[in-house]
């Protein structure tokens, strides 16, 4: 049986507000400096420009992020390639790695399968999915740049899980109410920082659709 998308339309990003006129130059911080910023066309005067703020650990907003950003026209086609760019670079490093050390890959595929099947045989493979949606809109989640595409039921479930290495991304707890859920979340770290626990509570909206309510760390 086909699985329906449990993700909603991606919609419009908010955050901090900067004005700029239809001369002004916007340059995207998270883009290598010898790129020249590109001004945006048939701009209104004083039109607005949003953007959420940025933290040190993670400069680069998430594809859904930048999306939704190219849909509303806060950035120029070329600005949104760019962006990807660096999204693909960590992809294509990540295989890199893999192909380096291919039974250290394989070994932490095993495990990123068995926690997804763990879940997924408790809960579903349709509530983890839309858990994971309802993650990847969170601001300061670092994770969330690798959900972008949880909807997909193409895209095999353990994909969106690592568990081994760092930084890591995987469920601790997880309490499911019809209306409501909550969940430990493991993730982050790095060879000098561990990682974090941080609980969130999921509910739903008038469409049924999860959302974070609230999080805190544990």
Do not use: Y
Request: net charge positive.
């Amino acid at each position: 049986m086909r699985l329906k998308q449990p993700c909603q339309k991606l919609g419009r990003g908010s955050g901090l507000t900067a004005a700029f006129s239809s001369n002004t130059l916007i340059r995207l911080p998270w883009l290598s400096a010898s790129t020249a910023p590109i001004p945006f066309a048939k701009r209104r005067e004083h039109a607005t420009f949003r953007a959420p703020a940025m933290i040190p650990t993670d400069p680069v907003p998430t594809p859904q992020q930048l999306f939704r950003w190219l849909d509303s026209g806060r950035i120029t086609p070329e600005e949104f390639r760019q962006s990807m760019a660096v999204h693909a670079r960590e992809i294509i490093q990540e295989m890199e790695q893999a192909h380096t050390n291919p039974l250290v890959a394989k070994f932490n595929e095993l495990m990123n399968r068995r926690e997804a099947w763990k879940w997924s045989r408790k809960h579903g493979e349709l509530l983890i999915r839309e858990i994971l949606c309802a993650l990847m809109d969170e601001e300061r989640f670092t994770p969330a740049r690798w959900l972008w595409n949880a909807a997909h039921p193409h895209i095999p479930l353990h994909c969106f899980f690592r568990t081994r290495g760092t930084p890591v991304l995987r469920f601790v707890e997880m309490q499911v109410q019809p209306q409501s859920v909550t969940l430990v979340v493991e993730h982050g770290g790095s060879e000098t920082l561990p990682s974090v626990q941080e609980q969130f509570m999921l509910r739903r909206n008038r469409r049924a659709q999860l959302f974070v309510e609230r999080r805190q760390l544990v």
